[in-house]
């Protein structure tokens, strides 16, 4: 039942979203063929007459009626088509999966690592509240987590790859360096990865502690924590058989939408670092008026993040047994 | 060993589209990058001489609409097939037929149709005397191979290894679009001679001048209030400056079609308000000069107006002019009034970038007693208003002033000052084949502008190119911009050894863009391009004194 | 009958920001094996905290301060090292703790839930661990034991939920049950089903059972204590208690039961952390004379196991 | 004064594919002017449903609730809130009933307030007056819930519930939070007010000796059904319904079988856990029966 | 809860945390920066001097690229930050108050607009931002208006959840027993109760859009002439040799540090009033 309502709610979003990132765009000033011809700011000047105009309006589908042109863009993601892009002068699912795949190399790799220390860090800080390590840890934790992402990245860049020159400052890969085995092009991934990844982490495991530490005192509360101990558990085990499943239960929908927000949102750790990414893209899709691009990497983000949703409510139905009949 | 180059561009983002003479984004980098593979008939040397590349020698007819070319022999393309005429011919069919297809579309109508001599010599028909026809259609079109592209129908789709294939020194070996990363081969059968390097990088970095100190390029250029960087790297033993000059202009655009800056007076007031010295002090550092009035860079000798009006800072000009259309402060404010009543109070639009150039200018106004509002927009909507002519004052900037046809529409891309005689003037000079006669309708074109100011011109930024001279030391500004006037460093010539390809003298038809004549004009000495390095501290302490002025003059005005 | 529990001067004291809640204070019981001993008492006048101090089983979160002496099979409790306090945890000493609802975690099957005790003390493998765990669970008289097993808390019914709490209890056959008010919030008939289970199941084992139910405390128990605000105040077998209660708290508690009546004790139950002088419970007595609000009375047998902390019956 | 007839609330849940707990399934009974009916029943059978439908806090499926002659379902927004300070109800938890942000002296004088008619001084006064009857003192007036017992917030909520002088009062367990001796206490309190007031009262509880001491009538309900009802001495003495007899003697009647799953009977609501249990009692509702003077019982071994 | 209504308690129980007394001097500090900038700051942040000066008794941090005196700008620039922060996070707080009071007491129109802020929640944020920052004119009273429209469906749901479960509150239930209004019983006994909530909503809201304004003014897309700490880190780093000299230390690290510090006392007051509002934590650390 809650599940139908849910998939309901997820097609309503994206027909709600897809329309939106249809119509935005073309109800702003300027259009995508600025560009094509020379903007302003641009360094060459191009004198558009009104033939050619036209002819490229028609070329890019443009020049149809706005209703004609949302059914042929509906139709076509129907299709799996999302257009060419004008700016990129490739065909949009091209552009998106080339930029996809980095960032979901950079969110899933920082995704996984926050989440598993701030959850693991948070445990343990709510077990020894009060303790020194929590005050440690909540204090440490929450202030490194103040740092906003790009200044962050400033900061890495300038003690790591200037400072001590032990990382790349840009880039996902050594441009053309002929790897000679997998390994080798994977650890020159990861080493392209670090530093953003870092960031990344840092900037948000700060979140994720401090709902697992809440979380977690709240479990730490419940009676059946006393009466694992009552049956002569120890205590790291309370912790991880007993406690950490529990208050795992309230946070993993929060996760999930930080997963999924940070798919747009990773744009500042891109520009920072240099790092080919979707968010890059979105941001020169909107510079461009580049309308296929757009929408594209428009639904793509609220794709991964309705997908991310839907993996939450599947871990949390996996995680509660009291939801897994419904 | 191999000797690879790589570099990174000043504009943010290495991608610059793929390097097809189809697939490149329609901006200087992505034309410069599809160079490497693909050659034109004719070409630029240092100085701005047009030099012979694909055709060794040219003639024109007497009424300047027909141009026949002798094509060099033994010409190949990458894949090994030979380069003929039919592929001249094909090229101008193909992209006249797919005209929005190549981006550089603009001077395409002149042709009217091609004919084939013998393998080796194309005659070009045109359908009206065009007098840049050397530079903007022989120096620009690249020229296609016949054999795979005959069998395209959409260009701008194809892409892949064949649509990579030119006569031109490199050939592409990769490229990555989502990292924007191009790596090219030295063409080792290139018919100028195998080039200086064998691989060549282009990249994209987050910090150009970081990645120059990390030895992450070996080259990269900074420009404008960006060249800053160059201070560092000047006297840093393992790096080279060039500088040149970047054919490209800031500009106010004003709108003539809406009071009060409809009158040429109100816009000449305000021409006397901007203290452009200023701008270039303290907004570019110093690297860059006051612009010409009339949109030609100076540098560009040929057709340079030196004597245009230069409306110098005078804040009591400025105010003499509009008490005259009786603009007045009457209620001491310090903002004038319209004479109607209501303070004299507008918008000027901007982009982001230029957002410190339109602050400076807001307050010099503001001594002037005109209340300036700056709005700052992104690039698109800036144009959506350019277009629908919804502004009073927009601040943009565009390259391209090295060359005459910029003219056509001075306050591009807006479009709210027409002037018929302009017009007429322009189109003259367009068909005026005569290198003289057309050199004084340029001249006049410009003194118009001036003497008008549908725009006015603020600065023109200064470039320099550092680089790692044990990698590659030929690095060269081009006069007057590599084709129709990029202004970069990247002259295909530089990774050819100039030497070797500078032609005789004898063989030079004609010089320049002043065709069909055989009196060439005295070639321009080679401008040595000299490292200038203003002197810092006079410039700040300038700058200092001018703010505190400044900030007087603003006291006193409250 | 030997004696399996000895706890003398008890004192749990909890240290807060308004001063030191005294919830035990110097509490004097011994369990005898296979003895069912009752603690009565109103709420928040120690009961738990005196059950969950015998095996130290407290929230994390509290500050606490325990003194005296819990001698369990000549073992000082309060001496153990935590390590080995938790080998006592449910092998040797079991908790059934009071609210059968929370006191199960809801995302672990209930079978596992009894098993991983098992496993723990009996050093059984896994799988012999769960099939105890379906035996614990038939012993119960939970129908289907072997599916049962495998569910959740949330798919057993309020009841059955108890019976599993006493299943997991029972898991590993200990000396000593403390169970704390097992009957609390179960409708009239099913406790009746839990308070005759219990009976069945603690036969040969010692039980300390806290309760608030008067009723249930009569049918399980031989022997009674009554706590007032920290203290025991009587002692004695369950028929006295009923038939012959002397404290005067005693009395005024069996009398506020509708059965009895409906009369309430005047007053309000004390704070814990500024006990009245003297006797306790002399603001509220009916009885009271002077000397009661200065002078502590002591636990004193009256007669054949009958004590009770009263002036009253202070022969001194 | 107060009759229902037919009473029916059902829970729905889920959207698609609805469904329904008969929290209230066909509940009809009557209270006469100044009697106290008990209502008794297991955790969940539906008794606050019952109590909160009477005063129209919840609307009703279907049914009829006729108050003093008024037809309650029957009214508009406006005038119910005319009607409504007539009947109150004690809730369970006293804690709970009382807004923690409020002094309880703000909270007793809030129904006053918005009833309107009186100034501020004759507020003052009734509120003072008010906690004299419930045995506070006065100092409690400017207190905080968290600040006072379970005991004396019980008090406190009786005090809110009496300043309106309502004619019927349902209490709900009010007493079942709270200690034994504490509970007399409220009991004997409520059962005083009530004789003085001339109170109706519907008295909720699950605890039967509870009831017995203070209803007159009492009424049995089982999983949203009444199943036996009839004045108290003849429910305690002369139970017939099976169900009525586990709860007056428990220990007489061993494992009553616990189904989770009795919405899908169709029969007597009992027959999954009914020791007598016979055919008929799975396929048909057995109807209430007269047995004696007001007593009556939804049963097939009875009758 | 409660502690909240009663100030003197509420700020007695405040004071146990030591991290929301330095999280409150912290904000304090900057506060006081941002209401008497013109008497702290040395300069007009618009004055112009020489540029690119090194820090020296006359510009304490050195001056920007045009001359303008860092310092100052980073004084004003906490006027700017502080403002939009407090601003959104207070209008978007009554907006989505309301809507939440509303939402969670009528169930049709709660409905109805739960829809909407699921839609306004699936969205993504940031990317929506920079879509619309790049269409609206980038200045403060759009970006306030950008962060307003996203700030509130979050505050919606909150307040909503905890209406709720106040709504069955046997209190509320009373109330309206006693024939209360729905208007007054919204007012009297369902706002007061979630206004703790609220607070601790306020202030990450607070930070979120401190975080947000930085994030689009280093985009490019904040007010170009306005002077927030984002505008001056924006400038910054686009300055060519800002990561191959020494610039960054006072160009780049004070404003950087201004956001984090604002940011973490924002944190640090947001957990010790959650501590206090959550009555399970409360109490749970002293610090
Ligand atoms: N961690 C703690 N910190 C401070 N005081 C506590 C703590 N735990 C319990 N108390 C206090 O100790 C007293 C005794 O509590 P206990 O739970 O033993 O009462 P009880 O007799 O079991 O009551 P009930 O019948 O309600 O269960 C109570 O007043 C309680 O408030
Ligand atoms: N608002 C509601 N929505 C859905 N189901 C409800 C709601 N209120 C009550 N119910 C269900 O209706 C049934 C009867 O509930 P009710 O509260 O009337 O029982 P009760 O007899 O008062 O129980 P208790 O003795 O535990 O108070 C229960 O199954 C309950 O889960
Ligand atoms: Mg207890
Ligand atoms: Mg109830």
């Known amino acids: 039942m809650h599940r139908i309502t849910k998939i309901t709610g997820y097609v309503a979003i994206i027909l709600v979203v897809l329309s939106f990132n249809f119509f935005l765009p073309r109800l702003m000033p300027g259009d995508p063929l600025s560009f094509l011809t020379g903007a302003p700011g641009m360094d060459m000047p191009i004198v558009l007459d009104e033939e050619t105009r036209a002819k490229l309006l028609t070329y890019y589908g443009l020049d149809k009626p706005l209703s004609q042109q949302f059914y042929d863009y509906m139709l076509g993601i129907l299709h799996g088509d999302l257009g060419w892009s004008i700016y990129h002068n490739a065909p949009v699912s091209d552009i998106l999966i080339g930029a996809l795949k980095w960032t979901l190399l950079l969110v899933g790799t920082s995704t996984a690592l926050y989440m598993v220390l701030g959850i693991l860090l948070g445990a343990i800080s709510a077990w020894n509240r009060g303790g020194k390590s929590d005050v440690g840890l909540l204090v440490s934790l929450l202030s490194i987590g103040s740092f906003p992402p790009f200044f962050l990245g400033m900061l890495f860049i300038i003690l790591f790859s200037v400072k001590l020159n032990l990382f790349p400052a840009f880039g996902a890969q050594t441009p053309f360096m002929g790897y000679s085995s997998l390994l080798e092009e994977a650890s020159d991934i990861l080493y392209h990865l670090f530093l953003p990844a870092t960031t990344l982490v840092i900037s948000h495991i700060g979140g994720v502690y401090l709902l697992m530490r809440n979380s977690m005192l709240n479990v730490i509360g419940e009676d059946y924590i006393l009466t694992a101990r009552a049956k002569g558990m120890a205590e790291w085990y309370i912790m991880r058989k007993h406690a950490m499943k529990n208050a795992l239960l309230p946070i993993t929908t929060m996760i999930a939408l930080r997963t999924g927000f940070m798919i747009g949102g990773t744009i500042l750790v891109e520009t920072v670092f240099a790092y080919p990414g979707v968010g890059r893209l979105l941001f020169d899709a909107v510079t461009y008026r580049d309308y296929p691009l757009l929408q594209g990497a428009f639904l793509i983000i609220t794709l991964v993040i309705i997908a991310a949703n839907f993996v939450a409510d599947m871990v949390y139905v996996q995680l509660d047994p009291r939801l897994r009949h419904d | 060993d191999e000797k690879v180059v790589k570099f990174a561009g000043d504009l943010p983002g290495g991608d610059w589209g793929y390097p097809s003479p189809f697939g490149f984004y329609p901006r200087g980098p992505g034309y410069i990058r599809m160079s490497f593979g693909f050659d034109t008939l004719t070409w630029k040397d240092q100085n701005g001489t047009v030099i012979p590349w694909l055709a060794d020698s040219w003639e024109m007819s007497d009424d300047g609409k027909t141009w026949t070319f002798h094509l060099h022999e033994g010409v190949k393309w990458h894949d090994g097939e030979p380069f003929t005429a039919k592929d001249v011919q094909f090229t101008f069919d193909y992209i006249k037929k797919h005209k929005t297809s190549f981006k550089w579309f603009q001077t395409l109508g002149y042709i009217d149709h091609v004919d084939i001599v013998d393998d080796h010599t194309v005659v070009i028909h045109l359908t009206e005397p065009f007098a840049p026809f050397l530079v903007d259609i022989a120096g620009n079109v690249p020229i296609i191979p016949e054999h795979i592209w005959k069998d395209v129908s959409d260009p701008v789709k194809f892409v892949g290894d064949k649509a990579v294939i030119g006569t031109g020194p490199f050939k592409l070996l990769k490229y990555n679009k989502e990292q924007g990363y191009y790596e090219w081969e030295a063409n080792e059968e290139y018919f100028k001679g195998k080039p200086l390097v064998d691989k060549l990088i282009s990249l994209s970095v987050n910090d150009p001048a970081l990645a120059l100190t990390t030895g992450d390029i070996d080259e990269t250029s900074f420009w404008g209030r960006r060249a800053k960087a160059v201070s560092a790297f000047e006297n840093k033993s393992g790096f080279g400056t060039r500088w040149g000059p970047s054919y490209w202009v800031l500009k106010v655009i004003f709108n003539c079609e809406r009071y009060p800056t409809n009158l040429t007076a109100f816009r000449k007031a305000i021409a006397y308000g901007i203290n452009r010295t200023e701008l270039v002090e303290l907004v570019v550092h110093g690297y860059g000069i006051p612009a010409n009035t009339g949109l030609i860079h100076p540098d560009v000798t040929e057709w340079y107006n030196p004597d245009l009006p230069d409306y110098e800072h005078n804040v009591t000009k400025a105010i003499e002019i509009l008490n005259a259309l009786n603009f007045t402060d009457t209620d001491g404010d310090g903002i004038m009034e319209y004479p109607e009543g209501g303070d004299l109070e507008f918008n000027l639009i901007t982009l982001d970038k230029f957002s410190r150039e339109a602050e400076l200018i807001k307050s010099q106004l503001a001594a002037v007693g005109i209340k300036i509002n700056v709005k700052v927009m992104d690039m698109s909507t800036v144009d959506g208003i350019l277009k629908e002519g919804n502004f009073f004052m927009v601040i943009s900037g565009h390259g391209g002033i090295a060359n005459p046809n910029i003219l056509e529409k001075p306050d591009w891309p807006g479009g709210t000052c027409k002037n018929e005689t302009y017009t007429a003037l322009f189109k003259e000079q367009r068909e005026t084949m005569d290198y003289k006669a057309r050199k004084e309708l340029v001249f006049k074109l410009q003194e118009s502008i001036a003497e008008n100011l549908p725009v006015y011109t603020l600065y023109h930024p200064k470039m320099c190119c550092v680089y790692r001279p044990e990698k590659l030391d030929t690095w060269f500004f081009t006069k007057g911009g590599v084709g129709i006037g990029i202004p970069i460093e990247m002259n295909k010539l530089v990774f050819i050894g100039e030497e070797e390809v500078r032609p005789a003298p004898s063989l030079a038809p004609a010089a320049s863009a002043s065709p069909g004549t055989t009196s060439a004009p005295t070639p321009i000495p080679t401008p040595t391009p000299e490292p200038e390095q203003p002197g810092f501290d006079v410039i700040f302490a300038i700058t200092g004194l001018l703010a505190v002025a400044y900030l007087v003059l603003r006291r006193k005005n409250r | 009958m030997t004696t399996l529990l000895e706890i003398t001067s008890l004192k749990t004291w909890f240290p807060t920001r308004d001063g030191i809640v005294k919830a035990v204070n110097a509490v004097d019981l011994k369990i005898e094996e296979k003895e069912k001993l009752g603690l009565i008492g109103e709420t928040g006048s120690g009961k738990s905290i005196l059950g969950m101090s015998i095996i130290r089983l407290f929230h994390s979160s509290a500050k606490i ?252 | 004064m107060i009759e229902v007839k037919d009473l029916r609330k059902y829970f729905s849940s889920g959207i698609l594919k609805k469904q329904y707990i008969k929290a209230v399934d066909g509940v009809s009974f009557q209270i006469e002017r100044g009697e106290t009916l008990g209502l008794v029943g297991e955790s969940g059978c539906g008794k606050t449903t019952v109590g909160k439908l009477l005063l129209r806090l919840i609307e009703p499926t279907s049914g009829k609730i006729s108050f003093d002659g008024i037809d309650l379902l029957q009214l508009k927004k406006k005038e119910l809130r005319k009607v409504r300070p007539r009947m109150q109800m004690i809730f369970q938890d006293p804690e709970a009933s009382l807004n923690p942000g409020m002094k309880v002296g703000d909270s007793i004088a809030e129904p006053l307030k918005l009833q309107g008619g009186l100034n501020k001084r004759e507020i003052k006064n009734k509120v003072s007056e008010l906690i004299e009857t419930v045995g506070l003192n006065p100092e409690h007036v400017n207190r905080y819930p968290y600040q006072l017992s379970g005991g004396q917030n019980q008090r406190v909520v009786l005090a809110r519930v009496l300043a309106l002088n309502p004619d019927f009062i349902v209490a709900d367990e009010p007493t079942s939070s709270l200690d034994v001796s504490v509970q007399a206490q409220i009991l004997n309190l409520i059962r005083d007010l009530k004789r003085e007031l001339h109170l109706t009262l519907l008295f909720i509880s699950h605890d039967l000796e509870v009831v017995r001491h203070m209803s007159d009538r009492i009424a049995v309900m089982y999983h949203g059904k009444i199943v036996e009802i009839g004045n108290a001495k003849d429910i305690f003495n002369d139970a017939r319904h099976p169900y009525t007899n586990t709860l007056i003697s428990p220990a007489s009647i061993v494992d009553i079988k616990t189904t989770s799953d009795y919405h899908g009977v169709s029969g007597c609501v009992f027959y999954p856990g009914c020791p007598f249990a016979a055919e008929i009692c799975s396929k048909k509702e057995p109807e209430m029966v007269e047995i004696g003077s007001g007593h009556w019982v939804a049963c097939y071994y009875i009758s | 809860m409660t502690e909240i209504k009663d100030l003197n308690r509420f700020w007695n129980a405040y004071k146990e945390s030591r991290l929301g007394l330095i999280g409150l001097a912290i904000l304090l500090f900057f506060v006081t920066l941002a209401v008497f900038a013109p008497y702290i700051a040395p300069y007009d942040p618009h004055e112009m001097f020489k540029p690119m000066e090194h820090p020296g008794s006359d510009h304490l941090l050195g001056t920007n690229d045009i001359g303008q005196d860092i310092l100052s700008e980073l004084i004003y620039g906490a006027r700017v930050s502080l403002f939009i922060a407090f601003f959104v996070s207070v209008v978007s707080g009554i907006i989505g108050t309301a809507f939440g009071l509303l939402s969670g007491y009528f169930e049709m129109f709660g409905f109805f607009l739960m829809r909407i802020v699921d839609a306004f929640l699936a969205i993504p944020r940031l990317p929506l931002i920079i879509v619309i920052a790049a269409f609206m004119r980038p200045s403060i009273w759009n970006l306030i208006f950008i962060f307003i429209i996203l700030g509130w469906p979050i505050t919606t749901r909150i307040i909503r959840s905890e209406v709720l479960s106040l709504r069955t509150r046997n209190y509320v239930e009373a109330a309206r027993m006693v024939g209360a209004p729905d208007t007054y019983i919204l007012m009297k006994h369902i706002l007061p109760n979630v206004f703790p909530l609220l607070v601790v909503r306020l202030i990450i809201e607070a930070s979120h859009v401190i975080i947000a304004e930085s994030s689009l003014s280093f985009l490019g897309l904040g007010d170009p002439t306005a002077k927030s700490w984002g505008m001056i880190l924006h400038y910054a780093f686009v300055y060519p040799t800002i990561f191959i000299s020494d610039l960054w230390m006072w160009w780049m690290l004070p404003a950087g540090l201004c956001i984090t510090f604002t940011i973490l006392s924002l944190t640090f007051i947001g957990y010790a009033l959650e501590e206090l509002v959550n009555p399970r934590l409360r109490g749970m650390t002293r610090i």
Request: charged share 25%; proline share 6%.
């Open chain 3, 65 to 316: 301060n325990i003194e005296g002496k819990i001698v369990y099979k000549g073992k000082d409790l309060l001496r153990l090292s935590e390590e080995e306090i938790r080998k006592i945890r449910g092998k040797e000493i079991a908790m059934i703790l009071q609210n059968p609802a929370t006191s199960l975690n809801p995302v672990l099957k209930v079978g596992d839930q009894i098993a991983e005790a098992i496993q723990l003390h009996q050093r059984l493998a896994k799988r012999a661990a769960s099939e105890k765990a379906v035996e614990m669970l038939e012993a119960v008289k939970i129908p289907a034991p072997d599916k049962m097993a495998n569910k959740y808390p949330h798919e057993f019914s309020g009841g059955m939920k108890e019976r599993a709490m006493i299943a997991m209890a029972l898991a590993c056959d200990p000396s000593l049950i403390i169970a704390d008010e097992p009957t609390k919030g179960l409708d009239v008939t099913i406790k009746m089903q839990v308070v005759k289970l219990l009976r069945e199941v603690t036969k040969q084992r010692s039980m300390l059972f806290i309760t608030h139910d008067l009723g249930v405390a009569a049918e399980v128990c031989d022997n009674i204590a009554v706590m007032y605000a920290g203290e025991l105040v009587e002692y004695a077998k369950t028929e006295d208690i009923f038939k012959n209660p002397l404290h005067p708290y005693t009395q005024g508690f069996l009398n506020s039961l509708p059965e009895r009546g409906l009369k309430p004790i005047r007053g309000m139950s004390p704070s814990l952390i500024n006990l009245p002088d003297g006797c306790r419970f002399h603001p509220r007595c009916d009885y009271a004379t002077g000397i009661c609000k200065t002078r502590h009375p002591e636990m004193a047998e009256i007669g054949n196991g009958h004590f009770v902390r009263c002036l009253l019956y202070d022969r001194s």
